[in-house]
């Protein structure tokens, strides 16, 4: 490879990790309002619980995707791509929370998943385990999102503005088409999951009696 031709590589590479974190931004930047308005939901969830059903599944394809954006950049910095390596890792302390708080909102979408499937009346323990990560999970988060939140609106606003013609970064359709597609995705799931989840959203009523 000429001089010339590996220059032109590490540019573009450097610029496949400025496009990742970009992509990570905007995705943020969504999760950020979907978080919030699952956070009103839960201030009265008896009465929210549609609500609540509907926005907790439209939140599984954006964190799918935010798992993917950051686990890409964890897996090409760990098998040392060089413009990777030359980012670095995040802050030492957001760099030991990831990977549990990636399991956590695991958990906490997949016991929500799973509170659909068994219904109100064999709810016990799995609505426990729900409640319990989501304390887990809320101080991770507060935590994530205080660290990240400044570089999250400048990440996601550098896709919004004109490129700059002296350092461009490709990609910006694909990156906007990917979120737009886990937005879209995540509305037909919750369109079509929670109008099955009858016992929860009609039946309130009666569990309500037997309490
Ligand atoms: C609840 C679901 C979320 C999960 C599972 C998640 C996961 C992660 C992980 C594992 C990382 C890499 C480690 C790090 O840099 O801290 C990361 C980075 C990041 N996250 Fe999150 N995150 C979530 C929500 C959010 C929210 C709501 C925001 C918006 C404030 C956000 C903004 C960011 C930013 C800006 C980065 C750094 C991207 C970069 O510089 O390449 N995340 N996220
Ligand atoms: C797929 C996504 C989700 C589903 C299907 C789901 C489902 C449910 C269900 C059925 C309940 C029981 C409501 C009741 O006792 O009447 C519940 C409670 C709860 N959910 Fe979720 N959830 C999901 C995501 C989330 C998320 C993302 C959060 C946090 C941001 C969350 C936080 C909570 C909390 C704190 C409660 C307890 C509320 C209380 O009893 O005061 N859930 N969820």
Redesign the pocket.
Known sequence: MSHRAEAADVTSGDAGVEGNSRLTGTVGVLLLIL?FA??L??LS??GL?TW??F???L??PPVALKIVTTGYRFARYYTHAAPYVRRGPPHTILRLIGPVLIAM?AV?????????IVG?DH?GLI?LA??AS??I??GL?AIHVLAHVRETVVLAAKDVRRPDPARPVPGRGIRTSAVALALVAGVALGAV?TPT?TA?TNA?AN?EGHR
Not at 108 to 116: F, K, N, P, S, Y
């Open positions: 978080l699952e956070g939901t839960i969830i008896r619980i609540h059903l926005i907790g599944l939140l599984v909102t906490l979408l997949g016991t929500g998943v799973w509170l659909i109100p709810a609505l729900h409640k989501f304390v999970w809320f988060t999951v989840a929860w309130r569990v």
